[in-house]
Protein backbone atom coordinates (compact mmCIF):
# COMPACT_ATOMS: atom_id res chain seq x y z
CA UNK A 1 0.00 0.00 0.00
CA UNK A 2 1.43 3.24 -0.92
CA UNK A 3 0.26 6.32 1.14
CA UNK A 4 0.05 10.01 -0.86
CA UNK A 5 3.21 11.49 1.04
CA UNK A 6 2.81 15.48 -0.08
CA UNK A 7 6.61 16.97 -0.38
CA UNK A 8 7.55 18.93 2.66
CA UNK A 9 8.76 22.47 2.44
CA UNK A 10 11.86 23.63 4.26
CA UNK A 11 9.21 25.69 6.40
CA UNK A 12 7.15 22.84 7.91
CA UNK A 13 10.74 21.30 8.47
CA UNK A 14 12.09 23.53 10.28
CA UNK A 15 8.81 23.86 12.67
CA UNK A 16 8.87 19.76 12.74
CA UNK A 17 12.84 19.39 13.76
CA UNK A 18 12.30 19.66 17.57
CA UNK A 19 9.66 16.35 16.68
CA UNK A 20 11.60 14.93 15.08
CA UNK A 21 14.81 15.06 17.10
CA UNK A 22 13.03 14.30 19.92
CA UNK A 23 10.94 11.04 18.36
CA UNK A 24 7.32 12.31 18.94
CA UNK A 25 6.95 13.10 15.31
CA UNK A 26 4.58 10.55 13.20
CA UNK A 27 5.79 7.39 11.80
CA UNK A 28 4.36 9.46 8.51
CA UNK A 29 5.81 13.14 8.89
CA UNK A 30 9.28 11.12 10.05
CA UNK A 31 9.10 9.88 6.49
CA UNK A 32 8.67 13.12 4.47
CA UNK A 33 11.34 14.75 7.03
CA UNK A 34 13.76 12.15 5.93
CA UNK A 35 13.07 12.57 2.50
CA UNK A 36 13.35 16.12 2.27
CA UNK A 37 16.94 16.02 4.19
CA UNK A 38 18.09 13.69 2.00
CA UNK A 39 17.54 15.86 -1.34
CA UNK A 40 18.01 19.12 0.97
CA UNK A 41 21.77 20.21 1.99
CA UNK A 42 20.27 23.36 4.02
CA UNK A 43 18.12 21.47 6.44
CA UNK A 44 20.47 18.35 6.73
CA UNK A 45 23.02 21.39 8.05
CA UNK A 46 20.32 22.72 10.08
CA UNK A 47 18.96 19.29 11.53
CA UNK A 48 22.82 18.74 12.64
CA UNK A 49 23.30 21.82 14.21
CA UNK A 50 20.27 21.19 16.30
CA UNK A 51 21.05 17.12 17.34
CA UNK A 52 24.47 19.20 18.10
CA UNK A 53 22.84 21.87 20.10
CA UNK A 54 19.90 18.99 22.26
CA UNK A 55 23.49 16.65 22.97
CA UNK A 56 24.91 20.10 24.53
CA UNK A 57 21.79 21.21 26.37
CA UNK A 58 20.20 17.42 26.86
CA UNK A 59 16.84 19.14 25.95
CA UNK A 60 15.47 20.99 23.11
CA UNK A 61 12.38 23.01 23.51
CA UNK A 62 10.28 25.54 21.21
CA UNK A 63 11.54 27.95 23.59
CA UNK A 64 15.52 27.30 23.20
CA UNK A 65 14.85 28.63 19.79
CA UNK A 66 15.53 31.90 18.66
CA UNK A 67 12.57 33.41 16.78
CA UNK A 68 15.07 36.09 15.49
CA UNK A 69 17.24 33.28 13.72
CA UNK A 70 14.33 30.99 12.71
CA UNK A 71 13.24 33.88 11.05
CA UNK A 72 16.96 34.60 9.52
CA UNK A 73 17.43 31.03 8.60
CA UNK A 74 13.77 30.78 6.76
CA UNK A 75 14.81 33.99 4.95
CA UNK A 76 17.96 32.16 3.72
CA UNK A 77 16.23 29.14 2.79
CA UNK A 78 13.31 30.83 0.98
CA UNK A 79 16.19 33.18 -0.53
CA UNK A 80 18.02 29.91 -1.67
CA UNK A 81 15.00 27.92 -3.07
CA UNK A 82 13.88 31.04 -5.36
CA UNK A 83 18.04 31.16 -6.17
CA UNK A 84 17.63 27.82 -7.68
CA UNK A 85 14.23 27.99 -9.28
CA UNK A 86 14.77 31.63 -10.64
CA UNK A 87 17.14 31.84 -13.93
ZN1 LIG B 1 14.95 21.98 3.04
Given at each position: ???F?????CRELVELVTAYLDGSLPRRDRR??????AGCEHCTTY???MRETIELT????EDDLDPDARDELLSAFRGWS???SGS
Open positions: MKLTPPMPRFEAHIVEQGRLTEGR
